[in-house]
């Protein structure tokens, strides 16, 4: 049981590169989420999934896409990278109350 | 939107003395969430809180919800090097279940 696995680990994109970040649940799990991570801010909600085949916006939604391709998989795309989207990117996912975390992205835009 | 306040923003503790960590929010919570997080680490659950004047205890820790569910404590006794990492409060909007708000975090240290 890997529980919420995410890649990868470390990403440098230079701005204006595009890039996926991939996650992935084993619990079998409706809900899934992202989440970015910034010194003194917190994590913020980004996107989030309830079920299969949907998806909604959370708090920072701009410069962001996302695929919910399966119950499994939730991706979050960069579509045109920016030096503010330098963080800690987390994804979760969750059945009711607990969301479990996964060991998040660093990425650094340069 | 719902903001939530966390008090203090880092604590340096000695092992065996007690702390607490505080989180306020401007509106009422429905669903306080208690998360633990190691540095490079994903977050970890701690607790749940729902109903005002609620308390839970696990191992040396204890959290409270006041009862106009607009404050929460979490309360470590006996810190150990164990404890140390960010801990994060996070609220349930009212609107959307499983959408969470959190604090900017409180980061603690302990020291021998």
């Known amino acids: 049981n890997a529980g919420v696995t995410q890649t990868p680990k470390f990403q440098v994109l230079k701005t204006g590169q595009s890039m996926t970040l991939q996650c992935a649940q084993d619990m079998n799990h409706n809900s899934m989420y992202w989440y970015r991570q910034d010194p003194g801010m917190g994590l913020r909600l980004i996107y989030y999934s309830a079920s299969e085949g949907t998806t909604d916006k959370g708090e920072v939604p701009n410069g962001y896409n996302v695929s919910r391709l399966n119950k499994r998989e939730f991706s979050l795309r960069l579509e045109s990278a920016a030096p503010s989207q330098t963080s800690v990117y987390f994804c979760?996912?969750?059945?009711?109350?607990?969301?479990?975390f996964g060991p998040g992205t660093r990425l650094t835009v340069t | 939107s719902q903001e939530l306040e966390q008090s203090p923003q880092s604590l340096i503790v000695q092992e065996g003395k007690n702390l607490t960590i505080n989180c306020t929010s401007s509106k009422t919570l429905y669903g306080l969430y208690w998360y633990k997080q190691k540095y490079g680490e994903g977050l970890i659950f701690l607790m749940m809180?729902?109903?005002?004047?609620e308390e839970k205890s696990h191992e040396k820790i204890t959290a409270k919800l006041d009862e106009k569910k607009q404050q929460s404590s979490l309360h470590i006794t006996a810190s150990q090097p164990s404890h140390a990492g960010i801990y994060l409060c996070g609220a349930e909007k009212t609107d959307s279940w499983g959408k969470l708000q959190f604090g900017a975090g409180t980061q603690v240290v302990v020291t021998p």
């Open positions: 979760a996912s969750s059945e009711r109350y607990e969301q479990y």
């Open positions: 809180l729902q109903k005002g004047g």
